[in-house]
Nanobody, 125 residues
Framework: QVQLVESGGGLVQAGGSLKLSCAASGRSFNTYAMGWFRQAPGKEREFAATISGSGSSTRYADSVKGRFTISRDNAKNTVYLQMNSLKPEDTAVYYC??????????????????WGQGTQVTVSS
């Protein structure tokens, strides 16, 4: 069982930056691939970024590529999402999720077994 707690959300102006964190409880954090997903009001949850358990593989949605960076610190059981050049359309609740995967990643939310409660990110224009 893995419990996930996100933090770092808030209100930022367009062009600004935020860094989200997701702290995981439980053992063997490095065997879990981690993903960040987001859900804007009235829209479906969408994939943003993912990283394998080892940290060797990452993938990004086209909408965030070049602006967001996912990373992890397995010694701290924490995954991060550095968000730069934020746009109003990045406004959403951001969720982190976990699935087993030392070297693999997944962009489909149905592949993830564990989810955090979400953190709100609001980008003003």
């Amino acid at each position: 069982q893995v419990q996930l707690v996100e933090s770092g959300g808030g209100l930022v102006q367009a062009g600004g930056s935020l860094k989200l964190s997701c702290a995981a409880s439980g053992r063997s954090f490095n065997t879990y691939a981690m993903g960040w997903f987001r859900q804007a009001p009235g829209k479906e949850r969408e994939f943003a970024a993912t990283i394998s358990g080892s940290g060797s593989s990452t993938r990004y949605a086209d909408s965030v590529k070049g602006r967001f960076t996912i990373s992890r610190d397995n010694a701290k059981n924490t995954v991060y999402l550095q968000m730069n050049s934020l746009k109003p359309e990045d406004t959403a609740v951001y969720y982190c999720a976990a699935r087993y995967g030392i070297y693999t990643v997944a962009i489909d939310s149905t592949n993830y077994a564990y989810w955090g409660q979400g953190t709100q990110v609001t980008v003003s224009s």
